[in-house]
C-alpha cells in the first residue's frame, strides 16, 4: 500500500499544491488511468481530448432538467475530471510533458464550462429571456480570471519550491519570441494556439505586478542561483493560499453547481461566482501582491 502511494505521489506536481478530494480520489483514480493508457500507447495530448470530448457530452446533459440527466451530467463530468488528471500523471509518469499539452489542459476546463453556461441558458431562457446570457457571460469573465490566477499563483509556488525546470510557470516575453519566429505557412495552428496562450499569459500577468517586479530583481540578483532561505521564505508565504487557489479551479465550484442543479435552480451557480469565488480571488491576489510586495522592499534595500 505505501509502495503505491508512493508510486502516486510520484506523478504529482507537489503536495502543497494539491486539493483533499484531488488526492483521495481524482489522483489514485487518474494514476489507474494513466498506467491503462501507457500500456495502450495512448498518448497524454489524446487524453486530454478524450477528457474534452467527455466534458462537452457533460454540459449538454445540464440542458435538460430532471434528476437522471442531472446525474448522467455530473458521472461524465467526474469522468472528464479523471481524465484530465491522468493526462498530467501519464506525461509525468511517460516524460511526456510538452508546451501543446500545457495549452490542451488549460483549454480542457474553458470548453467544459462554456458547454455548462450555454446548456443553463437555453434551459433557462424561458424564464429568464435573453438576460439569462448576460448573467452567463460576467460570471464566465469572472470564472477565467479566477482560474486563470489560480493556475498562474500554483505554478509561481512550484517555480520557487521545486525550481525552473519542475514548474510550468510561462513568461510572456519568452512566448512571445517563440510565436515571433514560428511561421504561419509551416505551422499556422501551432502558431494561432500559441497566439492565444500568450494572450492567456499576459493576463495572467497583468494582475501580478509586484510580482513581476520580484521576479526580475530577483534573477537579476541571483540569475538561476536564489537561496534557499528565500525559497522557503516565499514558501512560507504562498502555502496558505494554495488552498483558495485549489477552491477556484474545479472541485469547489463543482459542488456548487450540483448543489444548484439538484435544486433546479442552476443560475444560483452564476452567483456563487460572482459572490463567494470571486471573494476568494480578491483576497488571494491582493494578499500575494502584499508579500511580493515586501520581498521587493525587501531585495531593493539589500542592493
Known amino acids: 500500500m505505501n509502495c503505491r502511494k508512493k508510486e502516486i505521489e510520484s506523478t504529482l506536481k507537489s503536495m502543497d499544491t494539491e486539493e483533499f478530494i484531488d488526492l483521495h480520489f481524482y489522483r489514485p483514480v487518474g494514476y489507474h488511468w494513466a498506467l491503462f493508457f501507457n500500456r495502450l500507447g495512448v498518448s497524454p495530448n ?40 491522468a493526462d498530467g500523471q501519464l506525461a ?43 448573467l452567463a457571460a460576467v460570471a464566465g469573465f469572472c470564472h477565467s480570471r479566477q482560474a486563470a490566477m489560480a493556475d498562474y499563483y500554483r505554478n509561481i509556488h512550484l517555480h520557487y519550491l521545486k525550481g525552473e525546470s519542475e514548474s510550468e510557470l510561462s513568461d510572456s516575453a519568452v512566448l512571445r519570441e517563440n510565436y515571433r519566429k514560428r511561421t504561419w505557412k509551416d505551422s499556422g495552428i501551432l502558431k494561432a494556439v500559441e497566439y492565444f496562450y500568450l494572450q492567456y499569459t499576459v493576463g495572467q500577468e497583468a494582475w501580478a505586478p509586484a510580482f513581476r517586479r520580484m521576479k526580475a530583481l530577483l534573477r537579476e540578483k541571483y540569475r538561476d542561483e536564489i537561496p534557499e532561505q528565500f525559497r522557503a521564505a516565499f514558501r512560507a508565504g504562498s502555502l496558505p493560499l494554495m488552498k483558495y487557489a485549489n477552491m477556484l479551479s474545479f472541485n469547489t465550484r463543482i459542488i456548487a453547481l450540483f448543489v444548484a442543479l439538484m435544486i433546479d435552480m442552476p443560475w444560483l451557480y452564476f452567483v456563487f461566482e460572482l459572490t463567494v469565488l470571486n471573494g476568494m480571488l480578491a483576497y488571494m491576489v491582493s494578499t500575494h501582491e502584499r508579500f511580493c510586495a515586501a520581498f521587493v522592499k525587501q531585495l531593493l534595500s539589500e542592493s
Not at 478524450?50 to 449538454?60: D, E, H, K, L, Q
Not at 516524460?95 to 499539452?101: D, E, H, S, V
Open 92 to 134: 509525468r509518469m511517460t516524460g511526456r510533458n510538452t508546451p501543446l499539452g500545457r495549452i490542451l489542459d488549460g483549454a480542457s476546463g474553458e470548453l467544459w464550462f462554456t458547454s455548462i453556461y450555454a446548456a443553463i441558458c437555453f434551459r433557462l431562457m424561458p424564464l429568464w429571456g435573453s438576460w439569462i446570457w448576460l
Open 46 to 85: 489524446t487524453v486530454t481530448v478524450i477528457s474534452i470530448i467527455i466534458g462537452i457530452a457533460a454540459g449538454v446533459c445540464f440542458y435538460f432538467p430532471g434528476l437522471r440527466m442531472t446525474l448522467l451530467g455530473m458521472l461524465l463530468l467526474v469522468w472528464a475530471n479523471s481524465y484530465d488528471s
